[in-house]
Every structure is written in structure tokens, then in C-alpha cells.
């Protein structure tokens, strides 16, 4: 019986012993992560998109010029005065903000907005022009978040996920796409429900007389509740992303 040569350098099959280590285990599967950011991984919390809107204050002094011009129109009755009086008051709100060095973005796109309603009331001559963008801009945006959830890409987890800096990949969750779908759609109602019956009062008869104390009802409180609906879904739809990656995990491990 001859015996061929065996070469120095030729690997040799591992010998199977009570010391000997096993067969590698196979490569977990990728599991959809939880929304954290990097810079949570870090020990530092990311600001949430209400914080990058200036927080509540952000969003409850942004209606400081709506409820200047409402009032000064039910006390006065002129338009010009009005119209000077909310400008005025946006850009008091802007200065505020930079002067105690906060996110002073918000208060500028605010007062953009303002002045574009001014100018929009000053051309038609009457005080319900003021509220018509805000009314047209409502429908865009419930379209948008409606088309958004359609295509299954739910414009709060989208946005979410942006301003995070996490990526895209929570789509792989069902319980993320699920939730971002829920709260997206609790902003498609509020923004239709502004649309349907501002516009309807826009063209009747109680325009001059309801229409801005209607706008300011569904403006803040609508907002804040609709944030609640999205924060309750963002944290339950977290905590099933990250039961479901410690199951996945956990089933790889044996």
C-alpha cells in the first residue's frame, strides 16, 4: 500500500475532539433596527422634529400673529390695521427668538407666511383673504401625506427617520410601517377636516364673522393632538421593532 506525500503547507481537515472547536454558526438574519440615532448610540438624545420646530412654544407662538390679526379685525374692523398688526407681531415673535438665542427658522418661515396672507388680504380687499393660503396649503399637504401612505412610504416615518439621520431601513419592520401609517394618517384628517370646512365658510355667508376664531380652534389644538397620536404610535411601533429584533435574535442563538 503506498501513501501519497503530504505536503507541509496543505490545510488539513479539523479533527473533531471534546477540545475541538464546533462548526461556526450561520450569519444571523438582517433584522429592521429600532429608530435610534448614532448619536443615541453615543449617549447623546438626537432632537425630535418637534424639537427641530422650536418645541411646543415653537408651535403655539406661531399662531401669535393669526391671533393678533383675529382680534385687532374684531375690535376695529379695518383691514389695514389688521394686516399691520399681525406682521408686526410675526416679526415681534422672530426677534423674541433670537434674542434668547433659540431656533429663530421657524419664527422666519412664520413670518414669511404672514406677510404672503397680508399681501393676499390686501389685494382682495377683504379680511377672509388673509386665511386663504392657509386653506389651499391644508389640502396640498393632506394630499401629500395621503399619497405618501399609498405608495407605503408614510411621510411621518420619512420625515422621522430624516431628520434622525437613521436611514430608511425601518421599512422592513411591519410594525414601524404600520405605526408611521397610523400617524400619517392622523395628519391626513386634520388637514382635510381644515380644508372641508374652512373653505365652506370661506364662501359663506359667516366668513367675516367665524372664519379666523374657526382657524385658530383647528389650528394649535389639532396640531398638538394629532403630534400626540404620532408620538403614541412612533414609541409602541419602537418597542415591537426591538421585541422583534431580541426574538430574532434570540431564536439565531440556538
Known amino acids: 500500500m503506498s501513501f501519497a ?4 503547507d ?10 475541538a472547536p464546533g462548526p461556526e454558526p450561520a450569519a444571523a438574519p438582517e433584522v429592521p433596527e429600532a429608530p435610534e440615532t448614532a448619536a ?19 408651535v403655539i407662538t406661531s399662531a401669535v400673529p393669526v391671533v393678533v390679526f383675529v382680534l385687532v379685525q374684531a375690535v376695529f374692523k379695518n383691514l389695514v390695521a ?10 415681534a415673535v422672530a426677534v423674541w427668538r433670537l434674542v434668547r438665542g433659540e431656533k429663530v427658522q421657524p419664527a422666519l418661515s412664520g413670518l414669511f407666511g404672514v406677510a404672503v396672507c397680508a399681501f393676499i388680504a390686501w389685494r382682495t ?3 377672509k383673504g388673509f386665511f386663504l393660503l392657509g386653506i389651499w ?19 411621518v416615518g420619512v420625515l422621522w427617520h430624516l431628520v434622525n439621520g437613521d436611514g430608511q431601513g425601518w421599512r422592513r419592520s411591519p410594525a414601524l410601517l404600520r405605526a408611521y401609517d397610523l400617524a400619517t394618517l392622523a395628519w391626513v384628517v386634520v388637514f382635510g377636516a381644515r380644508f372641508v370646512v374652512q373653505r365652506w365658510l370661506y364662501d359663506s355667508a359667516y366668513a367675516e364673522t367665524w372664519l379666523g376664531w374657526v382657524r385658530l380652534a383647528m389650528g394649535v389644538p389639532l396640531a398638538l393632538l394629532a403630534a400626540a397620536v404620532t408620538v403614541w404610535a412612533i ?20
Do not use: H
Not at 443615541?40 to 415653537?58: I, K, W
Not at 389688521?82 to 416679526?91: R, T
Not at 422583534?244 to 439565531?252: F, L, V, Y
Open 10 to 19: 496543505a490545510p488539513t481537515a479539523p479533527v473533531a475532539g471534546p477540545g
Open 235 to 254: 414609541r409602541r411601533a419602537t418597542d415591537a421593532a426591538k421585541a422583534e429584533q431580541a426574538e430574532a435574535a434570540g431564536a439565531t442563538a440556538v
Open 82 to 91: 389688521s394686516l399691520v398688526a399681525a406682521v408686526v407681531s410675526a416679526l
Open 137 to 155: 396649503t391644508s389640502l396640498i399637504y393632506g394630499g401629500v401625506f395621503l399619497l405618501s401612505v399609498l405608495v407605503r412610504r408614510p411621510l
Open 40 to 58: 443615541e448610540e453615543g449617549g447623546e438624545r438626537a432632537p425630535t422634529l418637534l424639537e427641530q420646530m422650536g418645541g411646543v412654544a415653537g
Open 125 to 127: 380687499g377683504e379680511a
Open 5 to 8: 506525500p503530504v505536503r507541509p
